[in-house]
């Protein structure tokens, strides 16, 4: 079988993220003075996106805290569009920062003008993979574009490159004002991926190749969004014939538990927090001694006090817990991507382009823009 662009664009990660910084860093001085103009100023940050593109803010609006961008908020732009009249009014002061992979997406620029339309200011900040697409195109002196190495505009349906350097571009921006000092954060989340996607690949091939019909991923904090963006890998590259859901640790209990049966895969993305670990061992213990699944998975940065027979897998991204968790979340979403990867070629489709229906597609058609 020839290398698909999936599997590329998956293991092409940890080089394109060391790219990514690099691009950020050279423009150090303009993105500080954009970024401070309008923070200075009280203006409020929403991150947004549409599908993958809008997990980036989902897992970003946590994991941000410290950082500048603290209290920044994910609000989709399917939502934006929709009832922008319930997040923003005249009084309104955004800082919208958007997320798009093409840049082409009829929502990702909708919301733009949505925003526009509707609060009383408005500045933009456009992290983009396309410098063809639409958002790259569009200049003003209140955008701030941010162009990621070409490499990152996926070819494949799913976003796997694409969505991890949008987020840490996002978190470098936010960080800007220390920019330089973060470049042995970049260096050491690049080394360690790199090295956990080689080690782990064939394990997670076999967890893959095992007969599951669901998968839940679990995630606390920046994690719920990763394991938001893992469900929805394994789901697409599927072709939905796995269906998948997520949660918090905590949050799983409350009605959501009741998805656990004997065909199910559990993933689990441990926090480095020891104090926010004992709230999830108890979780996988208690799944562990009460429920049969098909199989258990544990992500984690290094190894959990977790009895060994509640999990048939641990991957170890081998992060060092002083890792700013902006930084340090996307390591785990190599492991939701290469799930849906293999579970892909296992059910006979093509990774590439796995919707036999065309039920989903690169750029989302179909959407009529009443405004």
């Known amino acids: 079988m020839p290398v698909l662009h999936t599997y590329k664009e998956i293991f092409q990660q940890p080089h394109v993220w060391l790219e990514a910084y690099e691009i950020i860093r050279g423009r150090k001085d303009e993105i500080a003075t954009f970024t401070s103009k309008y923070l200075e100023q009280g203006y409020e940050i929403v991150l947004t996106g549409a599908g993958t593109s809008a997990y980036i803010g989902d897992a970003l609006e946590t994991a941000l805290h410290n950082t500048p961008f603290r209290g920044a908020k994910a609000i989709a732009t399917t939502d934006i569009i929709t009832t922008p009249y319930m997040y923003f009014s ?6 919208l920062v958007s997320f798009g992979r093409s840049g082409n997406s009829p929502e990702s620029l909708g919301a733009v003008k949505a925003v526009n339309k509707t609060a009383g200011s408005v500045a933009h900040i456009f992290i983009t993979c396309n410098a063809e697409g639409k958002m790259a195109l569009t200049k003003a002196d209140n955008i701030l574009t941010v162009l990621l190495p070409p ?15 949008m987020l840490l571009a996002c978190s470098l921006i936010a960080n800007i004002d220390r920019i330089d000092a973060q470049k042995e954060y970049i260096e050491t989340l690049s080394a360690c991926v790199f090295k956990a996607l080689s080690k782990y690949e064939e394990d997670i091939k076999k967890i893959a190749a095992l007969d599951f019909k669901r998968a839940i991923f679990l995630g606390s904090g920046p994690m719920k969004g990763v394991a938001e963006e893992c469900r929805l890998k394994l789901q697409e590259l599927t072709d939905g014939e796995v269906m998948c859901a997520y949660d918090s640790f905590l949050g799983f209990r409350h009605g959501p538990k009741a998805l656990v049966n004997s065909e199910s895969l559990m993933v689990y993305l441990v926090s480095p927090n020891p104090d926010v670990q004992r709230y999830e061992k108890d979780l996988i213990n208690q799944v562990c001694a ?10 984690c940065f290094e190894k959990p006090q977790i009895d060994p027979s509640c999990y048939d897998l641990c991957i170890e991204t081998g992060l060092p817990r002083v890792m700013p968790v902006c930084y340090g979340c996307v390591s785990y979403v190599f492991v939701g991507q290469l799930l849906g990867y293999f579970k892909s070629i296992e059910r006979g489709l093509c990774p590439d382009s796995p919707s036999i229906s065309g039920n989903i597609s690169r750029v989302v058609e179909g959407v009529t823009l009443y405004m």
């Open 290 to 299: 009460n429920n049969k699944v098909k199989a258990s998975v544990i992500v």
């Open 151 to 165: 490499e990152t505009n996926d070819l494949s349906l799913a976003m796997t490159s694409s969505y991890s350097t």
């Open 90 to 95: 005249k009084d309104s002061k955004v800082l």
